[in-house]
């Protein structure tokens, strides 16, 4: 009853209010309303037909961050969506990481130690995490990959299973249109010995495409010990083999030397990771008038060496942690229209995953085992949409999801989108998300259990949005709710910590975003979500605001925002929050049709503030440098 009642006072006070999905302000500030999105469909879908949230970062705003990192410029532009950080560069894994990612107050840690799980990233559709820890690897996600990034805000479990209950963010990789060679060299160094390089050639001949792209990027960051270093390569290779058939295959290998510090109130010594990710796919696709689909295999590993640390008055350890883990997929879908207004997509995902880990004597000697699991995952799922007229689109789909240790998972979702004259759009979705416990806390650690359940949630989404004509201004709203059970926390049982399923969360919110081409040369937008939480979550904020301005003309491009972040949770016990107002400034100045000069300055107020309890931010930073063309 009480998510009934919401809903309907959701219904009933929209008569009035200025609300909607948020609209692509990413790119330029203006938003085309019939836009073209593959994440929530997995065939290419005009947004206007799909009821859920979808927002686009595109690459000219990637590209105009002028950060190595995909996270930052997320965390902007996306409302709701909110990334961990712990200094200029890099993030890190295990204790004192950062590029904990929460959407709605979902996928972040409910507890200090407990990575993302609940947010899923994928790249070209593939699901990226580790296989044994279950989340995501910060670091791997470098803006040299992206062509554009599609956030999907709500759960998309439906189409991609466990980990997606809060969202997914899904990193579309890059690709040459035009024949030819384009070639694009990014430096860069500023603050604290920080230096960031990239490199990436694009070729078309004909059928042929190519992308070969790689990056170094290194500080010593703003205190001692917290020096970060980092390589990374991507390549991918395609060919249309017909009209209807093409096929493409990629790798995409980053490795990073991190240091952590510790809190400033419990410094630690020697903290040192060296930690390796990779991934391949091969994917055939095919695209025909009325039906489309691909069949795609990808493989992801990982190599993780951690020195823990030890304390002022310890012994050093004696031994290293080592993990390696890996995980395969095989992914098929197929999408037709019946008849007409009608798509009808049915699809089945394998996964395999797992890997072990261990405790490595430094004087040689036997090793310690820890864990060697591996799980795997079987699921169908069915998506169906029909067109009612011109004005009406219904949308519904279920999965049946087997994971192999905790059992089976029926998954539905549905929504409508009414699309009104003067470009306006109304949506409603309502839908299941889950997340299935992860090795670790089935196996690994202390407070291992194996008898747990997968976590769930149900979400609830009224959106808004209405473009003017001309695309010059573009605004929206939408308001949610989502009510979960079984999470995953940690509670002392008999005398000890054990994983359960014992948490609850509620979370109810607002996310606003607006864009106004002012003119050729000048253009705005703004962006503002609120987040009510019963129970507290870190690294969700409940006041989350940007605004900028952007001026491009001729030679010169110049982009300043501010944004505010107020009751961020940076540590639940005892209970600490942050509040801050950091203003960036971004500009660059083309000498040649083949040079640019760049510049980038960050928290140019100079504000003092934490985000992980114990690793204040650094102050005022700044990094130039060029960028080259031929």
């Not at 999105?37 to 690459?59: A, F, K």
């Not at 909110?82 to 904990?100: E, K, L």
């Not at 699809?347 to 699991?373: C, H, I």
């Not at 003017?468 to 995953?488: K, T």
């Amino acid at each position: 009853m009480k998510k009934i009642s919401f809903l309907c006072l959701l219904i009933g006070g929209f008569v009035t209010a200025r609300a909607g999905e948020a609209p692509d302000s990413l790119q330029g500030g203006s938003y085309d309303i019939g836009e073209v999105v593959i994440t929530g469909t997995r065939n290419e879908t005009d947004i206007r037909h799909l009821p859920m949230t979808v927002s686009v970062v595109g690459r000219e705003r990637i590209e105009r961050g002028f950060q190595p990192s995909l996270l930052p410029v997320l965390t902007e532009q996306v409302p709701g969506l909110f990334v961990t950080g712990r200094g200029m560069m890099g993030y890190g894994v295990s204790g004192g990481a950062a590029g904990q990612m929460s959407l709605r107050g979902i996928g972040g840690p409910a507890q200090a130690g407990v990575p993302t799980t609940g947010l899923l990233v994928l790249i070209d559709g593939h699901p990226q995490y580790m296989g044994l820890f279950g989340h995501p690897i910060s670091d791997a996600y470098q803006s040299m990959l992206a062509e554009r990034v599609e956030v999907l805000r709500g759960p998309a479990s439906v189409l991609y299973g466990s980990n997606a209950m809060g969202g997914v963010v899904n990193i579309v990789t890059r690709r040459q249109r035009e024949d030819g060679v384009r070639t694009n060299v990014h430096a860069g160094y500023g603050s604290y010995n920080t230096l960031e390089t990239e490199f990436t050639n694009r070729v078309k001949a004909g059928r042929f495409t190519s992308v070969v792209s790689g990056s170094y990027n290194r500080t010593d960051g703003h205190r001692a010990d917290m020096g970060f270093e980092q390589y990374g390569g991507y390549a991918k290779l395609g060919y249309e083999i017909s009209e209807a058939w093409n096929v493409r295959a990629d790798v995409n290998l980053t490795h990073f030397n991190a240091s952590n510090p510790g809190e400033t109130f419990d410094p630690l010594i020697d903290n040192d990771q060296e930690i390796t990710r990779g991934m391949t796919s091969f994917a055939l696709q095919n695209r025909y008038e009325k039906t489309s689909g691909a069949l795609s295999f990808f493989y992801n590993w990982g190599k993780h060496r951690i020195d823990d640390g030890y304390h002022a008055d310890e012994e050093p350890l004696d031994y290293r942690f080592h993990s390696r883990d890996r995980m395969l997929g095989v992914s098929w879908y197929q999408s037709v229209q019946l008849f007409r207004g009608n798509r009808l997509t049915v699809g089945v995902d394998y996964f395999r995953f797992g890997g072990k880990s261990w405790n490595q004597p430094l004087d040689g000697g036997e090793r310690t085992p820890q864990v060697d699991k591996v799980q795997n995952e079987v699921a169908g799922y069915v998506d169906f949409r029909q067109n009612v007229g011109s004005r009406f689109t219904f949308d519904a789909g279920i999965r049946v999801d087997r994971h192999s240790h905790v059992g089976t998972e029926w998954v539905p979702q549905a929504g409508v989108s009414f699309r009104l004259p003067a470009g306006a759009a109304i949506k409603l979705t309502a839908g299941k998300g889950f997340r299935y416990p992860t090795i670790r806390e089935l196996y690994m650690f202390r407070p291992a259990n194996p008898d747990l359940r997968p976590e769930r949630l149900w979400s609830y989404e009224l959106a808004f949005s209405q473009q003017s004509p001309g695309g010059r201004l573009s605004y929206g709203v939408n308001v949610f709710y989502i009510d979960g059970e079984n999470l995953i926390v940690r509670m002392p049982v008999s005398g000890r910590p054990l994983n359960i399923n014992t948490g609850k969360i509620e979370n109810a919110g607002i996310e606003a975003q607006i864009a106004y081409r002012v003119s050729e040369a000048w253009s705005a937008d703004a962006n503002y979500s609120y987040l009510h939480m019963e129970n507290p979550v870190l690294a969700a904020p409940e006041h989350k605001l940007y605004a900028g301005a952007s001026f491009h003309k001729k030679r010169w491009f110049v982009s300043t925002g501010v944004q505010y972040v107020s009751g961020l949770y940076k540590s639940l016990d005892p209970a600490q929050t942050e509040d801050f107002v950091l203003w960036n400034l971004r500009g660059s100045f083309r000498a040649a049709r083949w040079l640019d000069f760049w510049i980038r300055g960050e928290n140019l107020l100079a504000q003092r503030y934490e985000i992980n309890a114990g690793f204040p931010m650094p102050k005022a930073t700044a990094v130039a440098g060029v960028n080259v063309r031929f």
